[in-house]
């Protein structure tokens, strides 16, 4: 495994995180970083600049960190201005940016060692988001063991990613619009799960030679050459998926739930009850007393994560859809997710008023919280794979309205791999929104709920002492340990 590393005997474990700088990433980040402390290996957050200005003013996650000597946040410039809310659109400038600019800085950053604490304390492995390339490129440069985190899932990662060369090859992509239906037989393992519509977004398309097929492509070449990979999943949901790409990365560690296996150990640990959220925005708590009014699973949660973007045609489907099927709501509205902006003047005066009576709204929520609380009884998610694994946990059947990147795949999981809930992908209308609201909440609430409360049961076993995800954590920080004597 430490064909690379050929450093000085008995030196104190130093990891290098670096997350992609985008709200889902950094979040999972920084609880694998939390991990890490909690074992007592020092660890070196480095955020670039963009998403760390907001993280600045979040005084809770500083001062939490604050408590462990063994960590520190250190930034990189990537040359990205704005400071709003970055949009799905947004993403692949950030990345660009952050090739052009903070790729070459960090690679000086690693060859001149002033990335580590001082000479005693040089960086011993790199934990980079596996789609930073780059990094690996430079962990292998500087003989510097390396290990990728992927927040993406990874029944996208085995599909759309590692075997994107091998769809390429088939004919599977690129493919045309009336082409969807067509069954992907290429991929070992989901030939008879996947439709080309259920492939990752970037696939849709009828020309490979786009940035984002380039990024990937880097991506599934880096993957194998590092040491292990991350993932946040658990063994029994994603067995078939784990077991192939094995033959890719036979050094996995699925350490899912992330975000519980985390409580669970802050929990364990003798530190002072804190919160547990590592939200760069501000969450609006006030939604989860306006839960405790509501009887056990009875509201429908809606939101779209941190990147997605609606219409705001389709903010007014989704929106009637939902109050049509008289559940009451509790809808996260993100500043910036309308593409155009907003105004309640485009809005039905009568939608307005049945949302006065049966709906809150927020910017930003606690949504681990949201999630957990007993009046939640779907999730009409986006199908990110945090809001995903995360509604997993908590048994909450979905509605999947996938939108970019691995949510098509993700949806189609949920749907019919899982069996926890229905995909409403490609679809944006009232009545099949209302349909699947009552489907989930009403109709069909006993089989779901059943397969989704199977899935939750394993997912808890999982993070448990003995649990697999938790024994995985403890075989990366042994390996952790190992690579860096
Ligand atoms: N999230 C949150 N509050 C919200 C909406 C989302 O804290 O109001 C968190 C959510 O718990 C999840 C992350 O934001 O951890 C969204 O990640 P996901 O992978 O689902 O989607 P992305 O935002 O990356 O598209």
């Not at 996650?61 to 709003?84: A, M, W």
């Not at 800085?105 to 604490?117: A, N, Q």
């Not at 070992?188 to 492939?199: A, V, Y």
Request: glycine content about 4%; hydrophobic content about 40%; overall charge negative.
């Amino acid at each position: 495994m430490d064909q690379n590393h050929q450093g000085n005997n008995a030196l104190q474990p130093h990891v290098l995180i670096f997350p992609i700088p985008f709200q889902g990433p950094v979040n999972c980040a920084l609880k694998l970083a939390e991990l890490l402390c909690l074992s007592g290996i020092d660890v070196t957050f480095l955020n670039t600049d963009h998403i760390h200005r907001p993280l600045l003013r979040h005084t809770q996650v500083l001062s939490r960190f604050s408590r462990y000597p063994n960590f520190r946040f250190q930034t990189i410039p990537d040359g990205v201005e704005h400071e709003k809310p970055v949009s799905r659109d947004g993403f692949m400038e950030v990345m660009s940016a952050v090739d052009a600019v903070s790729k070459p800085v960090f690679r000086e950053m690693m060859i001149s060692g002033s990335l580590s604490r001082n000479s005693e304390r040089p960086v011993t492995v790199m934990i980079p988001d596996a789609c930073f390339s780059f990094a690996v490129d430079v962990a292998i440069e500087t003989s510097t063991p390396v290990v990728c985190f992927e927040t993406i899932s990874p029944c996208c990662l085995w599909t759309c990613c590692l075997n994107l060369p091998t769809l390429i090859q088939a004919g599977d992509i690129p493919f045309k619009e009336n082409d969807l239906d067509q069954m992907v037989k290429s991929v070992p393992g989901t030939e008879h799960i996947l439709r080309r519509r259920d492939l990752a977004s970037f696939c849709r398309s009828d020309n490979i030679s786009t940035p984002v097929i380039e990024l990937i492509m880097k991506e599934a070449r880096a993957i194998p050459r590092a040491q292990g990979l991350i993932l946040n999943t658990f063994q029994d949901l994603d067995a078939l998926i784990l077991t192939h790409m094995q033959t890719f990365c036979p050094n996995i560690y699925p350490i899912g739930p992330l975000h519980s296996l985390y409580k669970a150990r802050l929990t364990a640990s003798s530190l002072p009850e804190t919160t547990f959220s590592n939200s760069v925005w501000k969450e609006d708590g006030t939604c989860l007393s306006w839960l405790d009014k509501h009887p056990p699973k009875t509201v429908v949660y809606v939101s779209i994560g941190s990147l997605a973007t609606m219409t705001i045609e389709q903010l007014l489907e989704v929106w009637h859809g939902v109050v049509n099927s008289g559940k009451p709501f509790l809808w996260v509205r993100r500043p910036g997710s309308i593409i155009g902006g907003f105004d309640d003047s485009r809005v039905p005066s009568e939608l307005l008023e049945r949302t006065k009576e049966m709906g809150c709204i927020v910017d930003w929520a606690p949504q681990e919280e949201v999630l957990a609380h007993q009046a939640i009884g779907a999730f009409l998610t986006h199908s990110g794979w945090n809001s995903t694994i995360e509604s997993i946990m908590e048994g909450v059947p979905m509605i999947c309205w996938p939108c970019f990147a691995d949510q098509q795949v993700n949806s189609r999981f949920v749907g019919e791999v899982w069996k926890m809930g229905v995909d409403m992908k490609d679809s944006c209308d009232r009545l099949i929104i209302e349909k699947a609201v009552r489907d989930v909440m009403e109709m069909s609430r006993e089989m779901f709920t059943e397969s989704a409360n199977s899935w939750a049961n394993l997912a808890k076993k999982s993070i448990t002492e003995t649990g697999s995800s938790s024994m995985n954590l403890d075989h990366l920080i042994d390996d952790i340990k190992a690579m860096s004597s």
